[in-house]
């Protein structure tokens, strides 16, 4: 077996595991190629200063082995896209101290608990045969997404809080994770029945079965799922299984552009927009939702990769803005204590 193909055959391997792990946000790759897509349109200098923040996250990084795109120099930069679903579930005073770094001050309320509810914001749409409203089943969003992400932002934007280098690379990894999560429908929408239960982002809506389980210590079999509706929109719909980048379909290109076309700020305000932006992913539950077409459908799947496509251009788009305005908001503090 020729090297080329061991290192392809571990490649996929790999990403077949990765994507395993990652069933609650885009997935790997997605996040992966978002960073890497934001990185590209930054100036060197914004990218030397975000690539020493991304290097300081990589001493407690579980996914240490190399992949094609981990082999590359751009590699610990990805890092600031995907590292805050590997930590989603340790306490945050305790990530902190992994880092022989105390929790930020305005942090500490949420010290002893994870960031696990900072991932989505559930805004509810009922089933086609739903006769019952909202308020009448009750439903309860335990969701922070929106909320955690103006904090980080206030945290991060704060004149007169001084971060170190590892704080500093902690809270802008995970608002940048979030920031890109906030364009996934699903970590805005969840469906309920006329039972009052809904399907945590999709998560429970099972679009491929597995084969039957024996449940340990049990005579029951439990039927895993092998594809959930959200883990669907994960991947985004095809859009991120090309090896070499997001694949745009040829229609939306021809529309929209990819989004290279971002221009440079001079603000050092922040540019965040959640509640807008929010409103935007939440916009697509009738794509997300289909009740005309299955979701394995072509024509189903035609109409969600063009609201992926749209998504991912706006959020590389919006990244980028965001980080340049944080750098010039950086420099500015550098230039005001000199």
Known sequence: MTKNIREYRYFIALIICLLAAYADAWNYRGHTQLTLHTYEQLSPKEQQYFMLLAKTLKPISKYKRKTQSQSSSSYPIALLGTWA?????????????SLGEPL????????????????FYNRFVASPEVTKSIVQCELKNRGELLPKLQLLDAILFDASTTLSKKQEAVLLALQLHLLQDLHQPLHMLSRFNDRCRHDLGGNTTC???????????????????????HQYWDGGIGLFNNRHGVHFPQAFIEQYGTGSDTKKVR????????DVWADESASFSRQVYDPQHEPLSKTYQRQAQSVVAQQ????????VEYLQHYYQFKQSQIKSRS
């Open 207 to 229: 679009l491929k079965p597995g084969p039957n389980e024996s449940v340990t210590g049990s005579s029951k079999k439990k039927r895993k799922c092998e594809l959930s509706l």
């Open 85 to 97: 679903d590997e930590v989603r579930d340790k306490h945050l005073k305790t990530l902190f101290k």
């Open 312 to 319: 991912v251009n706006r959020c590389v788009e919006r990244s």
């Open 267 to 274: 603000n050092a305000k922040s540019s965040l927009q959640v």
């Open 104 to 119: 930020p001050h305005r942090l500490r309320a949420d010290g002893a608990f994870s960031t696990s509810s900072w991932h």
